[in-house]
């Protein structure tokens, strides 16, 4: 999980390195880390959300209001830059996944291996969602100081975990392996040391 001193150096890093990006791409990264290890996993929701069809694609109509539904501050042509850039056979639409791969900070094999088996360690049922079900006996809530005092039942604490990895404003209480792969990628992007993504990982998954 980002820390919160985590997120503020990884906000303060991208809001610093925009001033002197002038990659579209890049700048819309930048733009989505600003707001801390879930910036990506939120533009993921956010266009989720838009694919009324289900078809796993984007036109440039519906990836400009994605932008702008999400809140990142670009003009029109820069928007268009960016969608013409990650159209790589021009089809005039963008493939959803291939847009998210894109767009998450540049990862190596052992850190995405580590995020990989992370998901799966929660997935118990394997049915590649993670719900409150699955969580039970992995994550543990009795040493949460909530519980202790008996405010919150362990489902509510749960449920406060799990929305940790979705999307302030559409949390449905499920995280898929994308969403977490999204979550981490903000995540990793705020450690620079592979050694303490590693040690950091195994510690709060039990790898």
Not at 28 to 42: D, E, N, Q
Not at 96 to 114: I, K, S, V
Request: aromatic fraction near 8%; glycine fraction near 8%; charged fraction near 30%.
């Amino acid at each position: 999980m980002a820390t919160a001193r985590g997120n503020r150096e990884l906000q303060q890093k991208s809001k610093a390195a925009l001033q002197t990006c002038t990659d579209p791409v890049e700048r819309l990264r930048l733009k989505c880390l600003s707001r801390g290890a879930s910036g990506i996993k939120g533009i993921g929701r956010q266009f989720k959300i838009m694919d009324d069809d289900n078809s796993r694609s984007l036109d440039k109509k519906e990836f400009a209001k994605g932008i702008n539904d999400f809140g990142v501050d670009m003009s029109k042509s820069e928007v268009e830059e960016v969608f013409s850039l990650l159209d790589k056979d021009n089809s005039g639409v963008l493939d959803f996944d291939e847009f998210l791969a894109a767009l998450r900070p540049p990862m190596n094999a052992t850190r995405r291996g580590l995020i990989k088996q992370a998901f799966r360690k929660l997935d118990k049922t394997g049915d590649g969602v993670i719900t409150i079900e699955d969580l039970k006996g992995v994550y543990n809530c009795k040493k949460h100081p909530k519980y202790i005092n008996g405010e919150w039942t362990e489902d509510q604490i749960l449920r406060k975990f799990l929305d940790s990895f979705d999307s302030p404003d559409d949390k449905d209480g499920t995280v898929t392996q994308d969403e977490f792969m999204n979550y981490y990628s903000g995540v990793s992007a705020s450690v620079d040391n592979d050694a303490y993504f590693s040690l950091m990982m195994t510690n709060a998954w039990n790898l």
